[in-house]
């Protein structure tokens, strides 16, 4: 005598008539439309991005480091460890690290609120026009993050950035850059206020 669920279960998996259908029968689930990704793919992405968070501040750092390689003019505009000019000395920086922390740690926000856009949009739109205060930003600067955060990306995951985990990393990377430069910009716009 086993309990009702169990029976089910056992049915389910030897394929009985009484079984309910599998979740794999009929059409995927729909996604908001104004996310760039297909339902399959913003799993894979919220699969992949698990060993990501696993290892956040080594990916941060090694993001920003790769930034600070393609393009050292930026390296003036962060204060706190605009002195660390080597690999090194960057790698070795508690401030660096903190500050890489707090950019993947938005970047975790952002992945794991696209299951909820309007929440993501306000928050990534938020993030934006706050860069507005930060002296000499200039909105084109969001598109320098790009390429080293697919390489650290990359350097993270290992033999697991298949082509089609990097074309969806791209496509995610782009549609938050995206969503950045939105509220960079809207923050500007009259009436409205960097928060």
Avoid at 3 to 18: F, I, V
Avoid at 59 to 64: A, K, L, V
Avoid at 110 to 115: A, E, N, S, V
Avoid at 120 to 126: E, G
Wanted: charged residues 25%; contains cysteine; aromatic residues 10%.
């Amino acid at each position: 005598m086993g309990c009702q669920l169990g029976k089910l279960a056992a049915s389910e998996r030897r394929g009985g008539n009484n079984a309910a259908p599998a979740l794999t029968d009929g059409p995927p689930p729909t996604t908001d439309p104004r996310l760039p990704l297909t339902a399959k793919q913003k799993y894979s992405m919220l699969a992949s991005w698990k060993g990501i968070s696993r290892a956040m501040e080594k990916t941060g750092i090694c993001m920003f480091i790769k930034l600070f390689e393609e393009n050292q003019d930026l390296l003036h505009m962060f204060e706190k460890f605009r002195q660390y000019r080597t690999k090194e000395e960057q790698f070795n920086s508690t401030e660096l690290a903190e500050h890489a922390n707090n950019v993947m740690n938005t970047l975790d926000e952002g992945i794991k609120g696209l299951d909820d856009l309007d929440n993501f949009f306000a928050y990534i739109h938020q993030i934006g026009a706050s860069h507005r205060r930060i002296p000499g930003f200039k909105v084109e600067y969001f598109w320098k993050i790009e390429a080293p955060f697919l390489a650290a990306v990359e350097s993270t995951l290992g033999d697991r950035y298949t082509p089609n985990v990097e074309n969806i990393y791209k496509i995610t990377i782009k549609f938050i850059l995206e969503t950045l430069v939105e509220g960079y910009e809207k923050g500007g716009a009259p009436g409205n206020f960097a928060t």
